[in-house]
Each structure stands twice: as structure tokens, then as C-alpha cells.
């Protein structure tokens, strides 16, 4: 029978093999692309409020993008390296996260359309 941690496991492979998307990963201006798949996670986060206060003026909503890569595909993702999917979307690492062993985090910005061109995607190359 299986563990908790072994189902666990299975469960996360199996939900990133069914939502991991296909992606090129760009570790430094000028280097070759590596073909991967990252799932992309994304919430709507509040930022600048005072906690505990009612100011909210300084309050902003923000969408915090997390990626996703199975370590078995991008080992360890460096700052500053560029993941795209396609022509118009794409996401520069702000920085390593954590990993579980299997799968590393990262929290990245989303690419806008001047820093995108040019960048080579999947089904480009």
C-alpha cells in the first residue's frame, strides 16, 4: 500500500502532468532555450495596506505569479532567468522559492509586450 507522502507525491505528478504547460527557459541573455513544462500559479494579493488599520489608501491589488518546474527538467532556476509559452506571454524569475524535491517554485513578473519581443517560445523553434 501507499504512504501519505508517496500519494501525495503521485497526486502533485499528476496534477502537474495534466496543467504543466509547455515552455522554453532562458537562463541568461544569449543562452540556448531549454524545452520544459511549468505550471503557472496566480493569485490576486492586496499589497501596502497598514495592517491592523483602516488606512487602505496605500493599498494596491497585484496578481503574484508562482512558477512551477519539475526539477527532473530545470534543476535549480536562477533570478533573472525568462520563461515564455508563447509570443505574448512570458515571465522573468524574481527568485528560487523553495523545493519539495520534486518540483521548485519560483515567484516571477509577468513579461510585457517590449520585453517579450523577440524572445523565442515552443512550437517556434
Known amino acids: 500500500t501507499m504512504g501519505f507522502r508517496e500519494a501525495l507525491r503521485q497526486m502533485r505528478a499528476d496534477v502537474h502532468g495534466e496543467f504543466a504547460r509547455a515552455a522554453l527557459y532562458i537562463e541568461s541573455p544569449g543562452a540556448d532555450p ?3 513544462t511549468v505550471r503557472v500559479h496566480g ?6 495596506g497598514l495592517q491592523g488599520t483602516n488606512f487602505h489608501y496605500a493599498e494596491r491589488e ?16 536562477v533570478r533573472g532567468a525568462i520563461v515564455t ?3 505574448t506571454e512570458g515571465f522573468r524569475i524574481d527568485r528560487r522559492q523553495h523545493t519539495d524535491g520534486t518540483y521548485v517554485y519560483c515567484p516571477a513578473t509577468t513579461l510585457d509586450a517590449e520585453d517579450m519581443a523577440g ?3 515552443p512550437g517556434q523553434i
Request: a negative charge; aromatic letters at 12%.
Open 62 to 77: 497585484d496578481f503574484d505569479v508562482k512558477l512551477r518546474f519539475d526539477v527532473s527538467e530545470i534543476t535549480s532556476p
Open 119 to 121: 524572445l523565442p517560445y
Open 43 to 48: 493569485e490576486n494579493a492586496m499589497h501596502g
Open 34 to 36: 531549454v524545452p520544459c
Open 85 to 87: 509559452f508563447s509570443e
